[in-house]
């Protein structure tokens, strides 16, 4: 059973930095692109950020270009989301998820979610 | 920027109705068109894909179509657990996706 879990979310002061983690499991992690996903509270979806499989490709939103990195551990099959210069327009539910070649690169499966609230 | 523009905003229906969700895009994405279904609570869940291709799992009764600029998330009989939250998703320009801002739909 594919099994995504996301950590790492909390209260984090304008400015600050947070790092989520998102423990995958349930599949070859080394052969999917991975995308991280946030929704603001009561609204819709934001694409934040995407890596391919061998960590080749990486790509960001405007919104958070040059705050946010993301990177992926193949062998731990962890995804990661560093996040500085936060900003209260960050605050959201961080979702990742994962793409498939076969469901065209659409997110098949989506971990539960890590709230991050960015307050001071 | 593709814009993905859903309406209804709020659709209210029965249970046994027919339900047709509208996804429109400011510039054609050709078929690379999905459709998510969310709950309150939780994550989404993909159900069409590239248009018109059914994720696995999903039932029969949902149903999408369309190409170019507009598309249609069709349930052909609703059941309880379908009234939701859904979101029309891009990858045209990918690796830029883009959402639409959700159609909420409600019983009646």
């Known amino acids: 059973e594919v099994q995504l879990v996301e950590s790492g979310g909390g209260l984090v002061k304008p400015g600050g930095s947070l790092r989520l983690s998102c423990a995958a499991s349930?599949?070859?992690?080394?052969?999917?692109?991975m995308n991280w996903v946030r929704q603001a509270p009561g609204k819709g979806l934001e694409w934040v950020s995407s890596?391919?499989?061998?960590?080749?490709?990486?790509y960001y939103a405007d919104s958070v270009k040059g705050r946010f990195t993301i990177s992926r551990d193949n062998a731990k099959n962890s995804l990661y989301l560093q996040m500085n210069s936060l900003r209260a327009e960050d605050t959201a539910v961080y979702y990742c998820?994962?793409?498939?070649?076969?469901?065209?690169?659409?997110?098949?499966?989506w971990g539960q979610g890590t709230l991050v609230t960015v307050s001071s | 920027e593709i814009v993905l523009t859903q309406s209804p905003a709020t659709l209210s229906l029965s249970p046994g109705e027919r339900a047709t969700l509208s996804c429109r895009a400011s510039q054609s994405v050709s078929s690379y068109l999905a459709w998510y279904q969310q709950k309150p609570g939780q994550a989404p869940r993909l159900l069409i894909y590239d248009a018109s291709n059914r994720a696995t799992g999903i039932p029969a009764r949902f149903s999408g179509s369309g190409s170019g600029t507009d598309f249609t998330l069709t349930i052909s009989s609703l059941e309880p657990e379908d009234f939701a939250v859904y979101y029309c998703?891009?990858?045209?320009?990918?690796?830029?996706?883009?959402f639409g801002q959700g159609t909420k739909l409600e019983i009646k």
């Open positions: 890596i391919s499989s061998s960590s080749s490709y990486i």
């Open positions: 998820a994962r793409s498939d070649i076969l469901t065209g690169y659409h997110f098949d499966y």
């Open positions: 998703q891009q990858r045209s320009n990918w690796p830029a996706y883009t």
């Open positions: 349930g599949f070859t992690f080394s052969s999917y692109s």
